[in-house]
């Protein structure tokens, strides 16, 4: 996948990942300092922002976050640089250790790597089971996310009730 930024083309490294397909196990330490294994299987659903700049994270993203927060894990990874990051994370009260700026490792395994400086920005949704249930990758660095298709499908994966077996399904019927 090639994605455009200021006139130049980039194309993404490493291995690209698909909706329904399973999510990497990466490791990433964390603003404070915390080194966490994020991706595949989780208590949670996880949804994993990349952002090659991190003032672009705005206030719809952070809405869409916020009204499912008790139900989800936000991973923002970035190649901003610290000082950028603590503003973006005092200017909308993030909690740091949900925010890296150690990109590398977790770009390539994503598919969103565009060189050692620069991240594609990207969403991913990841489900409790550590399948990948939505992605969105702008092919220009400064578009914008579609907000409307990533809260619809963050909602629904959040409040998504596995079914059980019934009786029925159980015997064969």
Do not use: C
Not at 96 to 124: L, P, Q, T, Y
Not at 126 to 144: F, H, S
Not at 147 to 160: K, R, W
């Amino acid at each position: 996948m090639e994605i455009t930024f200021k006139n130049n083309k980039y194309t993404l490294g490493k291995k690209e990942r698909k909706v329904e397909g399973e999510a990497p196990a990466v490791r990433v330490k964390m603003l404070n300092d915390e080194v966490k294994v994020i991706g595949l299987m989780a208590p949670s659903v996880q949804v994993m922002i990349t952002l090659n700049d991190v003032s672009k994270y705005n206030s719809d993203l952070h809405q869409i976050i916020n009204t499912t927060k008790r139900k989800v894990f936000p991973y923002i990874i970035t190649s901003s640089s610290q000082e950028i990051i603590e503003d973006i994370a005092e200017k909308y009260a993030l909690d740091r250790e949900f925010i890296s700026n150690d990109f590398v490792d977790f770009s390539n395994k994503f598919g969103v790597n565009i060189d050692d400086s620069m991240v594609a920005n990207s969403i991913f949704v990841i489900d409790k089971e550590g399948v990948i249930k939505y992605k969105e990758i702008p092919t220009d660095l400064e578009d914008e996310f579609k907000m409307e298709d990533f809260s619809i499908t963050l909602n629904e994966v959040v409040n998504f009730k596995p079914k059980g077996h019934t009786h029925e399904n159980w015997m064969g019927v």
